[in-house]
């Protein structure tokens, strides 16, 4: 092919010590001194265009046989575009990729997985109404029907799964409907077809964003063991102790360009958040009007002689005299996971929620979103009785779930990113008849504001919302909660799979919408995330266990050690079934 006339590649940089933060490659598999692994993967001067965006700009990339190499970069650095072009999904305008130093017909997603590759991706590729088995069954005669290869989902590759999940350690009921799962065991089974056989090139894409810590453990294992039979793993993550921990060498993409490609090795933790990150970071002080807090019309609060005042704001709880928290939750019980919950939010305010995956975390956040129904206790909001029997009905109170699947259940998959954007707001724009959008100028001009509010990064607002990456995703999400009236915002895990930059953005913009007066519970696997929050509550076992310290406090072995520590069960307190 023809090579675009582009600016050329960014040299390699050679990031020196800072002497700050985790050093890399300290477990990884290849031991220092070995010889460097022969070259399985080699990728050269790939380009890609998409119309006036340039995603890829003459990308090299050179991965080894037992090779665990990490491909890192921010949301939008072309991290998605490359996996997909090794995977045959996309074409690029030009360039080379090599398999054992054969050309691979690019734009092929059967010459892909005829060259032995596979990929998994960050979404969780199941089909929830089918059982495990027959989700197996079906991606392994999707894989045949495209590679031709006569590898199919007969009993003995079933067999094959089997071992697959005992060596991993996970207990996966082949005949259960895979919606019934957990998000860990969905993600197992969502993993297992790039885990079982010996793949040639296995990429990861965030293959750790919904499994709990003994799930990552295995998964780490069953990772080190295809290594060391000489799969080549691309490994994409924004966790760089996973990094740390797993790979021996790196490739750092950013705004398309591969600004490092080396050993992870003696690196600092600092200077690869460094390259990744350098586009996003700032100064700490705001320096402008978006950065104070200050936001427009129709974004939680409407604009008065005062400022901005939203529903519930502490002018407005000022103004009346009150002072009962926004939440206050007694006594919570549903399903197995939820036994004893107890906490209360302040307007204003940014609640943590700790505890390990199935701790019940999410069950509470679903209640208070009026996805399931109480058992036992008690839901004030601004202290009335709060018992919401629909989304619909926690909507009307100003009470928002931004779930923890986006993809599956807060986008609109078929539909662009401006209809995305303003689905919440359909009401307050008005509709025509049957439905008829009255005025399309005021959809675009809404979308347009919070696409800016949030730095949204897109070609256009008219393309598939399936074209953004997943932090920019998870901004189109969260800029569609933001309308008037927001009394509380729940959030479940808003950082899975999202950027180092992207997640400094999400907290400027969660830290302004509770200095507009809106409550917020934030809930991460991520511990680290919690740091900035205004208080921690732990819950373990469903149940919360007291509150560990946050900001300057904050102790992350602490906390650690809290989310394990479990509460005496008092007497007489049985599971409960799930009320949807």
Partial sequence: ??????????????????????????????SPGEPAPPVLVQV???????????????????????????????????????????????????????IAGAPMELGSIGASLGAGIRVVYQELAVFPSLTVTQNLRAIELAIRKRSGSDAGGGRERIQQYVGLFDEWGVDVPLQATVRDLGPPIQACVALAHGLVGRPRLLILDEPTASLGPREVTGLFGIIRRLASAGTAVL???????????????????????????????????????????????RGSEPT???????LRDGIVGARGPGGVTAVGSPRDAAASGRDIPLLEVRGLRVSTRVKDVTLHVNEGEVLG??????????????????????????????????????????????VVLVPEERRAEALFPGKDIMFNIVSSRLRTLGRGPSGIWADLRAY?????????????????????????????????????????????L??????????????VEFKRIIRRLADAGAGVIYVSSELLDLRECDRIVVIVDGMTTGEAPSGTAFDEEELTQLCFRRRRVAEGLEAQEMVP
């Fill in 353 to 398: 929620l700790a505890g390990l995956v199935g701790s019940g975390r999410t069950e509470v956040l679903g209640v208070l979103a009026g996805r399931y129904r109480p058992t036992a206790g008690e839901v004030l909001l601004h202290g009335q009785p709060y018992r919401p029997h629909s989304p619909a009905d926690a909507m009307a109170d100003g």
């Fill in 444 to 488: 675009e001009a809404s979308a347009q504001s919070v696409a800016e509010e949030l730095e949204l990064k897109a070609r256009s607002l008219r393309d598939p919302i399936s074209t953004l990456s997943g932090g920019n995703a998870q901004k189109v999400v969260l800029g569609r909660v933001m309308v008037e009236g927001l009394r509380l």
């Fill in 44 to 98: 050269r001067a790939v380009t890609k265009w998409f119309g006036p965006v340039q995603a890829l700009n003459r990308v090299d990339l050179d991965v080894g046989s037992g090779q665990i190499h990490a491909l890192l970069g921010a949301n939008g650095s072309g991290k998605s575009t490359l996996v997909k072009v090794l995977a045959g999904v996309e074409t690029p305008n030009s360039g080379d990729v090599r």
């Fill in 1 to 30: 092919m023809t090579v675009d006339e582009s600016p050329p590649r960014a040299p390699d940089c050679e990031p020196s010590p800072s002497g700050h933060g985790v050093a890399f490659g300290t477990s990884a598999g290849i």
């Fill in 288 to 294: 402008t009007a978006r950065e104070t807090g200050r």
């Fill in 490 to 503: 729940l959030l479940d895990e808003p950082t899975r799979g999202v950027d180092v930059g992207a997640r």
């Fill in 235 to 281: 490994f994409v993550s924004h966790r760089m102790r996973e990094v740390a921990e797993l790979c021996d060498s790196a490739t750092v993409l950013r705004n398309g360009v591969r600004v490092y490609h080396g050993s992870t090795r003696g690196r600092e933790e600092a200077h690869l958040i460094e390259l990744i990150a350098s586009d996003y970071r």
